[in-house]
């Protein structure tokens, strides 16, 4: 069965439903192709609502028997779901479905995976597990039976009772039906205890398969720090007797914070040295936190209806954000973090899938758990917080946590408790929600009779559907530096609220140097004259360590800009600045190597745009090189001696100085590359004994064009490990030379280990073909041709991933009119395809009508 025709749904027609739920009580008896479901709801007609239809949501559900106050009666059952006459007074409902676990290929609702069964409900999989208001609003409290042969049978809440073959739980939290769970099958857990604040006692498990108990104690001490950390920090505590994760292999997301029942893509919680990188140590330590924390703002506190997905995302993001600051280096945390909003929600916001981080119509939900939504509503708490200050931030998000507990709530809710505690007026900042697009600022200055001041022009291009945009609320936050690198003014934190405004700075002995928009207090796109020199100057001295980053990327970009645009030879300040940093140490060496970390073409595509060049993926690839290439001989000298100084004793450790150090060795190691031609990486990979490093060296070699003995060792060495061989199918497209990386995805889809239907790996070769840029949008046409077919294919089997990974194509409008044409046709050639899903239909609408 497919989807009826796309509607669209508004945030302005919300009303709310017609009933209350007062308790839910559901039992399955678990059979791979015909599961029952059996729902008993206890219905009550809600006083606060004026339309009483009874709908309930239910999609692909084989309707059994449905019962009102225990009379059969036989209800209206369309694609979408089912009415009927129901009596104007309390009630009881109750339904028998059948559905078909096995076959499900969408992974939402109740599906399996390796022989187990999981579910996956937000947003709207519970329809398709059995008939109910599936509203984020419509919360109650449930208790769940589970009649399967499996030795583990889970759902949320506490556990009541269980016998051979069965178990019942109880969520004593009234919750909305897209945090239910449930989880069967053959799984062992790793276990522990935790006692929160006030003395109660917690069980905690994280189960698995078989197998995979050795990479658990990562992600149970991960689990730990994050409920001390949100008891310290925010004043929360856990709340049920027990807290469980699953990994699960087949699962369309990261993970899902369900009442109680964490269900986990295997590859964001599953953690060993010898096969988990720094970078996947420290991503699934943030996982855990942000899903963990999603019990208060989520769970306790939930979205009144799916446009205010922002309030329980944004929110959360940003807790776990700090969480990540507080554990490691805030600087380079927020360095790194703004490198992410710049790759993925920048290039949205400023092309045609551009929306408001609280939308205001959809036509399928799932298309918007998007960069906009999630990291872009973090940062409009992160200036929230900047505006307010630290100590009214925390006074606002306390009377948050009393006003709502258990209530479903909007973006105005959230506002609200601001301005009761501030006395601000919220109303022009509200502006951060509704209107779409990236601001652009403008800095002039001016140095008069000892007077410096700021001029600040503020305006957003149109985006669409929203032609004009009013001034926002944007902190920005300033420091200037005197000639010899002293601060002369601290941070200040400016309120630029006009379309244009000035800023003057009294009693200053010469003109200072300004570094603007410290931390990054925006996200928005400043424009400024500046020279070389002051960017080496700012680099050098800077206080504020983003500014000081900042200042290194803009000299960065621009060195390779004037390569690809005045065909200039690599920039000898540049490269002059460079050798000074990295020899400099007194500086983190996370810090040295973010520095030393490229700008991404894409950034470097974007910004070309954004000048009115259109960018040839081809020439900023070779630009990159031929930088590369100079840098490495500019530093031939210190490589070895910082290869060595960073080389990092003893056994691996994924803590944050280790990581940073390694993170400085990767950077070293890169270089070596092109003078040794891989002699130093091959030992390395050769001699590693844990996966950082041995990754580390097989991504050296593959960048040069070398290792393909190297990648077969790797192979051999890891066949049997799912999550390490999404790597080695990922690293072989993403470090491809651009003419050779289509076709070696293409190889990689025949290759045994290639499984469409396991999103994981179907995202290690399409999603590592669209990041790799220069490949991605080689002239040939023949990687969008490739990416094209197998969304194509994956459509009928998973709508879900198929529709994300169409923002490959988001940017199409930037290149050439020859790219352009080439993307055109798969565009065409997809939205053609007979039966297309609403979620892929609606994506490629968007991105065609660019
Ligand atoms: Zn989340």
């Not at 027990?242 to 369900?258: C, L, S, Y």
């Not at 920039?571 to 973010?594: E, I, M």
Request: glycine residues 6%; proline residues 6%.
């Amino acid at each position: 069965m497919r989807d009826a025709a796309p509607t669209t749904i508004y945030l302005k027609d919300y009303t709310p439903f017609g009933y209350v739920v007062d308790s839910v009580h559901l039992t399955f008896d678990l059979e791979p192709h015909s599961t029952r479901v059996t729902s008993q709801i206890a219905f009550t007609p809600n006083p606060e609502a004026t339309d009483r239809s009874f709908f309930l949501h239910g999609e692909q559900l084989k309707l059994i028997s449905a019962k009102i106050d225990g009379i059969a009666i036989s209800p209206t059952v369309t694609e979408q779901g089912l009415s009927c006459d129901v009596p104007n007074a309390p009630f009881t409902w109750e339904t028998v479905v059948e559905i078909d676990p096995a076959n499900n290929t969408a992974l939402e609702g109740l599906y399996m995976s390796n022989g187990m069964y999981c579910t996956q409900c937000e947003a709207e999989g519970f329809r398709k597990i059995t008939f109910y208001p599936d509203r984020p609003d419509v919360m109650s409290v449930f208790t769940v039976r589970i009649n399967g042969p499996h030795p583990v049978l889970l759902s949320n809440g506490n556990p009541v009772d269980a016998g051979p073959h069965w178990a019942e739980w109880h969520d004593p939290w009234p919750k909305p039906a897209y945090l239910f769970a449930l989880v069967a099958g053959e799984l062992l857990a790793h276990s522990s205890t935790f006692t929160t604040v006030s003395g109660k006692h917690v069980d905690l498990n994280l189960y698995v398969r078989p197998g995979d108990e050795g990479k658990c104690a990562f992600g149970m001490e991960a689990l730990k720090k994050s409920m001390i950390w949100d008891e310290q920090v925010y004043g929360r505590e856990y709340d049920l007797d027990v807290f469980n994760i699953v990994a699960v292999d087949d699962f369309n997301m990261g993970a899902m914070e369900n009442k109680g029942l964490n269900v986990f893509n295997s590859s964001c919680v599953l953690a060993s040295p010898e096969t988990s990188t720094d970078d996947n140590f420290e991503r699934i330590e943030a996982i855990i936190a942000h899903e963990y924390f999603h019990n208060w703002t989520g769970n306790r506190i939930t979205c009144r209806d799916w446009f205010q997905l922002c309030l329980k995302e944004g929110l959360t993001v940003f807790r776990d954000s700090q969480f990540t600051s507080d554990l490691r280096s805030a600087p380079v945390k927020r360095i790194r973090d703004v490198i992410d909003l710049r790759g993925r929600q920048f290039a949205e916001d400023n092309g045609p899938l551009s929306h408001p981080v609280r939308p205001e119509s959809f036509q399928e939900i799932n298309n918007f758990y998007t960069a906009t939504v999630y990291e872009k509503g973090a940062e409009v708490i992160g200036m929230l917080k900047r505006l307010v200050g630290d100590a009214a931030y925390a006074e606002a998000v306390d009377l948050y946590f009393a006003r709502h507990d258990g209530q479903a709530c909007t973006i105005e809710d959230w506002l609200k408790v601001f301005e009761d505690t501030t006395g601000r007026d919220l109303t022009q900042f509200k502006r951060w929600y509704s209107q779409a697009g990236t601001p652009r600022v403008n800095v002039t200055e001016d140095w008069t009779d000892g007077t410096y001041t700021l001029t600040f022009t503020q305006s957003t291009p149109a985006t669409p559907g929203q032609p004009h945009k009013d001034p926002r609320v944007i902190p920005i936050a300033v420091g200037l530096l005197g000639s010899n690198g002293d601060e002369v003014r601290k941070t200040e934190m400016l309120e630029l609220t006009e379309a244009s405004q000035s800023f003057s700075f009294d009693g200053l002995s010469s003109r200072p140097t300004p570094s603007i928009l410290r931390e990054f207090s925006a996200p928005v796109i400043l424009e400024r004259d500046s020279t070389n020199a002051e960017r080496a100057f700012l680099l050098a001295h800077d206080t504020d360590p983003f500014n000081r980053w900042e200042a290194g990327n803009a000299l960065a970009k621009d060195a390779r800009l004037n390569m690809i645009t005045k065909g200039a030879a690599p920039d000898a300040d540049y490269l002059d600045a460079l050798q000074k940093l990295v020899r400099d140490d007194d500086l983190d060496p996370g810090f040295r190597a973010l520095v030393l970390q490229p700008p991404s073409a894409s950034d470097l595509a974007q910004t070309l745009f954004e000048n009115e060049h259109a960018p040839d993926p081809q020439a900023i690839y070779d630009a990159s090189e031929t930088m590369a290439q100079t840098l490495a001989q500019t530093l031939a000298d210190s490589l070895p001696r910082l290869y060595a100084a960073t080389t990092v004793e003893g056994p691996y450790q994924p803590d944050a100085v280790g990581a940073s150090n390694r993170m400085l060795n990767f950077r070293m190691l890169a270089l070596l590359s092109r003078l040794d031609g891989g002699d130093q990486a091959a030992q390395q990979f050769a001699s590693a004994d844990n996966m950082t490093l041995q990754y580390a060296a097989l991504v050296c070699l593959l960048s040069i064009d070398k290792g393909a003995e190297q990648n077969q060792a790797f192979f051999d060495q890891w066949k049997d490990d799912r999550l390490v061989m999404d790597k080695w199918f990922a690293a072989q497209v993403a470090f491809a030379t651009p003419e050779k990386t289509a076709a070696i995805a293409a190889t990689l889809t025949q290759h045994p280990l290639f499984d469409m239907k396991n999103p994981n790996r179907f995202r290690a070769v399409m999603g590592a073909l669209a990041m790799n840029h220069a490949g991605f949008h080689h002239i040939s046409g023949d990687a969008y041709s490739l990416l094209a077919d197998w969304l194509i294919k994956l459509d009928p089997l998973n709508p879900q991933t198929t529709a994300r990974m169409c923002s490959a194509f988001q940017t199409w409008k930037r290149y050439d009119a020859d790219r352009q044409a080439l993307i055109k046709i798969q565009l065409d050639r997809i939205a053609a395809t007979p039966d297309l899903s609403r979620d892929t239909t609606e994506m490629i609408t968007r991105i065609r009508e660019a």
